[in-house]
Every structure is written in structure tokens, then in C-alpha cells.
């Protein structure tokens, strides 16, 4: 069982940036798809972005793309997510997930597709 711990959150300016983190451990070398998903004050969760462990491929939401950028280091075994030009539309608790498998991007979007989640951090931007 693979365990996921965020950290990086907090409260930034519109137009700031953050950096998350993801610890991963409990990993094997199989090629794990590692996705970045938020949740805001009455909302569902949704997805923001997606990296395959092995290859680096990555899919992101149309909403962040651009502004966002998920990264992985395999030494390090974490998982990263840098966020720039931040509205105030991003904030939310930022939730870190895996699963054993890689996918489309349409799987890797779906919630259900992954079966470890972290915490959660929160990230506040304010106007």
C-alpha cells in the first residue's frame, strides 16, 4: 500500500505561486500513475493534473493548464506540483493520489481510478 503525504499549501496572493509536495512511499517500480486532484468549499473534487512515474507523461486540466506544472523526482520518491498565476478560483484542499496503473486521460481524471490518496493541504489565494 502506497502512502502519500502533501505538504506546501498556504495562503498567497492572486497572481503568487506555491509549490506542493507529495512524499510517496511504499512504492514499487511499477509505473504509477501519480494525479493531483482539489476540493472547494462545496464542491466535488476534481482533477488538475496526472504524471506517469515511469516517462514523465502528464495530462493536466484545462483549467490550470498553462499556469501549472506536476513533476516528479524519483530519488526522492515525491511528487510535485507548481502552481503559478494563481486566482482566487484555484483555492481549495489539494489532494495528492495514486494507483498502480497508468491510463488515458480520461481515466486518470476520474477519481475512482486511484487508490491511495493523501491528506490533503490547503491552499487559499486571496484578491
Known amino acids: 500500500q502506497v502512502q502519500l503525504v502533501e505538504s506546501g499549501g498556504g495562503l498567497v496572493r ?5 509549490r506542493l509536495s507529495c512524499a510517496v512511499s511504499g512504492h514499487t517500480a511499477s509505473n504509477y500513475a501519480m494525479g493531483w486532484f482539489r476540493q472547494a468549499p462545496g ?4 482533477f ?3 504524471i506517469s512515474w515511469v516517462g514523465g507523461t502528464t495530462y493536466y486540466a484545462d483549467s490550470v493548464k498553462g499556469r501549472f506544472t506536476i513533476s516528479r523526482d524519483n530519488v526522492k520518491n515525491t511528487v510535485y506540483l507548481e502552481m503559478n498565476s494563481l ?8 489532494y495528492c493520489a495514486a494507483d498502480r496503473s497508468w491510463g488515458s486521460r480520461v481515466q486518470l481524471a476520474t477519481l475512482t481510478h486511484y487508490h ?6 490547503q491552499v487559499t489565494v486571496s484578491s
Open 116 to 121: 491511495s490518496w493523501g491528506q490533503g493541504t
Open 14 to 18: 492572486t497572481g503568487g505561486s506555491l
Open 87 to 94: 486566482k482566487p478560483e484555484d483555492t481549495a484542499v489539494y
Open 48 to 50: 488538475v493534473a496526472a
Open 43 to 46: 464542491k466535488e473534487r476534481e
